[in-house]
C-alpha cells in the first residue's frame, strides 16, 4: 500500500512520510489491511488540507493549524467521534514522525474534538426479529441466510466474526462457537436453539455448495467464503422480502441482540463477555436503551404518571380514573 503523489496532493517529501507511516503500521506494528486503510483515508485528507493552506512540511504543522483543521472537519459535517478519529490518527502519525526524525513535536497532542450526542443503535423488537427469523427458506441460499442471520441474533456476532467463521469453529453438541473478535481476541459464545436446527439445514446444503478444502462456515454459491458486503446484502433483501418496517442490517442483529439479553437479565458484565467488550462502558449504552423501554412502561402503567387530558371546561383529569 502507497501513497501515488500523482494520485494525490501534498510535496513528495510529505507523501513519502505517509508511504514510509502505513509501512511502518503493516510490518511493524502487524495492523490489518482495514485499519491501515482508515490510516491512511483520514491522513490523505489532510494532506490536501494542508497543500490548500501553503502548508508542504510535516514540521509545518501547528496546534493552531490543527485546531483550524478540527473546526473544517466540523463544518464539513463530521460528528465529533469521527474528529476525535482523525485526531488520534494523526497523533498516531506525529509519533512516527518524530522517531524518524521528521518532527520535532506532536501538534495534536493536546488538542480535543468537540463532544457530539451519543447516538443510540436503533434495535428492532423481539417480536420483529421473531417475524423476521420464523420465515421460511425458498431455497439453499434462504437456507444459508436465516442460518447466518439467526446465528448473528443469537450469538450476537459482529459482521466480521460471522464471515470469518470457520466450519470447524461450530460445534452443534455444545452449542457453541469460537469467534476471532476485535484484537484477534478468541471467545466461545453460546448458540440458541433456533439457531442450532437453522444451521443444521444449512450444513446439509452446504456440502452441494462448497469447494473443495474451504473451510469457511458460509460460502457463496461458487463455493468460496461468503463476503462481508454478500451478508449485508443478503440480509437487506431478507428484510425487504418479509416485510421489515425498517432497513436491516448485520449491527441490527448485534445491537438487538444485547438490548434483548440486558432487558431480559440485567447482567451488564455477561452482556459484556458476549458482545466481547473490551470496556465496560461500551456496553453500557444498552442500558439507556434498557432505560428507555421501562420509561415508556411506567409512563404508560403507573397511575400518577399517566397523561392528562383537558375537558371542555378547562379543568385537566386523568385519562383513566382509578374505580371508574
Known amino acids: 500500500m502507497s501513497v ?49 493552506n501553503g502548508l508542504n512540511d510535516w514540521s509545518e504543522l501547528s496546534a493552531h493549524d490543527v485546531r483550524r483543521y478540527v473546526a473544517r472537519l466540523s463544518r464539513d459535517g463530521l460528528s465529533g467521534r469521527s474528529i476525535a478519529r482523525h485526531l488520534s490518527s494523526i497523533r498516531r502519525f506525529y509519533q512516527y514522525l518524530l522517531r524518524e526524525g521528521l518532527a520535532i513535536d506532536n501538534p495534536a497532542l493536546d488538542i480535543r474534538a468537540p463532544k457530539s450526542g451519543r447516538r443510540l443503535p436503533r434495535v428492532a423488537d423481539v417480536d420483529q426479529i421473531g417475524q423476521l427469523l420464523d420465515a421460511t427458506p425458498e431455497d439453499p441460499l434462504e437456507i444459508r441466510d436465516l442460518a447466518m442471520f439467526e446465528l448473528m441474533y443469537s450469538s450476537g456476532l459482529r459482521l466480521a466474526e460471522l464471515a470469518g467463521a470457520d466450519l470447524s469453529a461450530l460445534d452443534l453438541k455444545g452449542p457453541e462457537i469460537r469467534v476471532l473478535g476485535k484484537g484477534n481476541k478468541e471467545r466461545v459464545l453460546p ?3 433456533k439457531a442450532v436446527a437453522a444451521l443444521q439445514q444449512w450444513l446439509s446444503c452446504r456440502r452441494a455448495l462448497v469447494t473443495e478444502g474451504e473451510k469457511a462456515l458460509f460460502v457463496s454459491q461458487r463455493g468460496t467464503r461468503l463476503s462481508r458486503r454478500s ?7 431478507w428484510g425487504i422480502l418479509h416485510g421489515a418496517d425498517q432497513r436491516l442490517h448485520p449491527h441490527l442483529l448485534r445491537h438487538s441482540f444485547a438490548s434483548h439479553m ?14 466481547g467488550h473490551a470496556d465496560i462502558a461500551t456496553t453500557q449504552v444498552y442500558t439507556h436503551l434498557d432505560f428507555q423501554h421501562l420509561a415508556r412502561v411506567y409512563d404508560q402503567s403507573h397511575p400518577r404518571a399517566r397523561r392528562r387530558t383537558t375537558d371542555r371546561t378547562g379543568c385537566e383529569e386523568e385519562e383513566h380514573r382509578a374505580g371508574q
Open 231 to 237: 451478508i449485508q446484502s443478503r440480509l437487506s433483501r
Open 262 to 275: 440486558l432487558e431480559s437479565s440485567g447482567d451488564l458484565r455477561a452482556v459484556q463477555e458476549l458482545l
Open 4 to 52: 501515488a503523489a500523482s494520485d494525490h496532493k501534498g510535496s513528495a517529501s510529505q507523501l513519502a512520510a505517509l508511504t514510509g507511516f502505513i509501512r511502518h503500521l503493516q510490518s511493524e506494528k502487524r495492523h490489518s489491511p482495514r485499519t491501515c486503510e482508515h490510516y491512511q483515508r483520514d491522513l490523505q485528507r489532510l494532506v490536501a488540507w494542508l497543500a490548500d
Open 191 to 193: 448458540v440458541g436453539r
